[in-house]
């Protein structure tokens, strides 16, 4: 062979691997409603972007029949490409190939490109579309999770890893997304579960659907396993895409800084809280009158919608909300929402990006429901996020502050920098209905008329309390401002910060309530 016919030979043969499963298993994956491994990863990275590592790698296994057999790419595709023009590295297993099962050597391509994302410092995205653990490749495969996992627990708060659920992703497989930071569900594509509907029905009895099992509505809406949900497989991607372009490429880079826009959203920031106190309003609306071009990623829109989180750019650069939404359970603290805010004030403080808190909740959720659910454990998670974080702490009092909400959203006693109130706040240890039937009951009950006594007493209790001047008296608000200053205060305020550096204790690390 001459030179010319050796390169043919490479072509004839890259192309003959690269077609993974061959025709009949990607027409059947196409049936199935799901695109290509090599179709995701065109659809994800800038295009012609990709480099692709390991494309001629074989599996050693010899059991069951495997030694005939002949795995092309042994069921996953790695490699590095770019993003915005900026580094990644990525894998996609490919269903086509005995299901995307994951054997030592599909486990060592993926460890492979998490190690070239750890040592270049950039994000790792992995496409999840597999039938588990390789069955006859036995521990090798159960091996090959393990060190996945411990991959990915190395390289949280170093790089941003995200994980894409595109087919199945069951039983021990599911640790590995678990474990990164960003996992994107597909509606009707993305299969996640521990046991799987026949063990299920084999153990319980009971029969459920994968869909209703674990499917990306039960992730996004119920479990909080997911933080992005796609109506399909192209918008999943695009939502990556965008998630990229606003954070960090790692925990030494900032994001980066954008050309400052206005908030373009028609919105009156002074009319935004209702007069009635009881009345709800979508604190969305305070976070795009205040974002450039009134921009906001929205993360787990659909898990524990009383707390909304997300990245914004205030002046060019990124921030991270943590916001009360009175529009659903009035905004109060709960499990769920707690471990949702926890997490992403963690995940702000590992990378960088100043936290922006808005506030305003009637306090923690009651209930026997509640407690036994274990608030106190979940909620102290609110208290410890914040208390940690060391990134700039902007918080503004939007309306109602109260009790221990008060303290746990981002308070001046848990180390904000800056704390603000629009003169609507209202912070106390409770509402003034609640503060009212306790402490003036003796002088309720004795009443000619308790109803018009009751009513005489509460508006006592709001002159005197239910004001954001009792906590500017004491310096535990810096400033009540209008509303519609809100956002010149916080470009003030990120401006200040820029050097904040803060002096730690010397430890290893905290026990936070896990
Ligand atoms: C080996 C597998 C496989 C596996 C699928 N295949 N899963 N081969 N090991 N785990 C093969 C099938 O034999 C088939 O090969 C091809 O992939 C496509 O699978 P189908 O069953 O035809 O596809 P579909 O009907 O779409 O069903 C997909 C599926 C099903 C729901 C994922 O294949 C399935 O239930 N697989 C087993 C799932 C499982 O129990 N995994 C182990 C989980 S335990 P042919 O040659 O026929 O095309 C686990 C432990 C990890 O993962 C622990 C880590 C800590």
């Known amino acids: 062979m001459n030179n010319n016919e050796k390169v043919e030979a490479l072509n004839k043969k890259r192309q003959e691997v690269m077609l993974g499963g061959g025709e009949d298993a990607i027409q059947k994956q196409k049936q199935s409603g799901k695109l290509t491994a090599r179709e995701r990863i065109s659809l994800l990275l800038d295009p012609n972007s990709f480099n692709e590592y390991d494309l001629f790698a074989q599996h050693e296994a010899k059991d069951f029949g495997m030694m005939e057999k002949v795995l092309n790419g042994d069921g996953v595709i790695i490699g590095t490409g770019t993003i915005h023009n900026k580094p990644v590295c990525v894998f996609a297993q490919d269903f086509t190939v005995v299901g995307g099962s994951l ?6 391509k993926i460890t492979k490109i998490q190690d070239v994302a750890m040592k270049m410092r950039v994000p790792c995205i992995g496409i999840n579309d597999s039938g588990g653990a390789r069955i006859q490749e036995g521990v090798s495969s159960l091996a090959g999770y393990g060190e996945i996992f411990y991959r990915n627990t190395q390289a949280s708060g170093v790089i941003p890893q995200i994980s894409v659920i595109l087919g199945p992703c069951a039983g021990g497989a599911v640790y590995s997304p678990a474990l990164t930071d960003f996992v ?28 209703d099992l674990g ?3 039960v992730h996004s809406e119920i479990t909080g396993n997911a933080h992005f949900f796609a109506h399909n497989e192209q918008e999943c991607f695009m939502q990556i895409r965008k998630l990229l372009s606003i954070i960090p490429q790692n925990n030494k880079n900032a994001a980066d800084k954008n050309k400052t826009e206005k908030p373009t959203a028609k919105i009156d920031i002074n009319n935004i809280v209702p007069i009635d106190p009881t009345k709800p309003y979508d604190v969305r609306d305070v976070i795009k009158a205040i974002t450039d071009n009134s921009d906001f990623v929205e993360v787990m829109e659909k898990f524990a919608q009383n707390m909304v989180i997300g990245y914004g750019r205030i002046d060019g650069k990124t921030v991270g909300f943590v916001a009360n939404q009175p529009y659903y359970l009035a905004g109060v603290l709960d499990v769920d929402c707690s471990d949702k805010a926890a997490r992403f004030i963690r995940y702000c403080d590992a990378f960088n990006i100043p936290i922006v808190t808005l506030v305003d909740l009637p306090g923690y959720l009651p209930g026997v429901q509640q407690e036994h659910s274990g608030v106190i454990r979940h909620g102290a998670k609110i208290l410890y996020a914040y208390s940690e974080a060391s990134v700039p702490k902007i918080t503004v009092i939007l309306r109602k502050a109260y009790g221990g909400g008060y303290i746990a959203m981002g308070s001046r006693h848990l180390e904000a920098d800056f704390v ?10 409770m509402g003034p209905q609640g503060a009212a039937n306790i402490i003036f009951r003796k002088e309720i009950m004795a009443a000619e008329n308790p109803d018009e006594m009751r009513k005489q007493k509460v508006e006592e209790y709001k002159q005197r309390f239910a004001n954001p001047y009792v906590a500017a008296a004491k310096g535990y608000v810096d400033s009540v401002i209008k509303p519609a200053e809100t956002r010149e205060m916080l470009i003030h305020s990120l401006n200040v910060c820029e050097n904040k550096a803060e002096i730690k204790t010397d430890k290893k690390h905290g026990i936070p309530p896990f």
């Open 103 to 108: 054997g030592y050597m599909h486990a060592k």
């Open 184 to 211: 994107f569900v597909v509606d009707k594509v993305s299969k996640m579960f521990i046991t799987g509907p026949e063990v299920i029905k084999t153990v319980l009895g009971e029969e459920i659907s994968q869909e």
């Open 215 to 217: 499917g990306a509505r």
């Open 420 to 429: 603000y109130a629009w003169p609507t706040a209202e912070i106390a240890v």
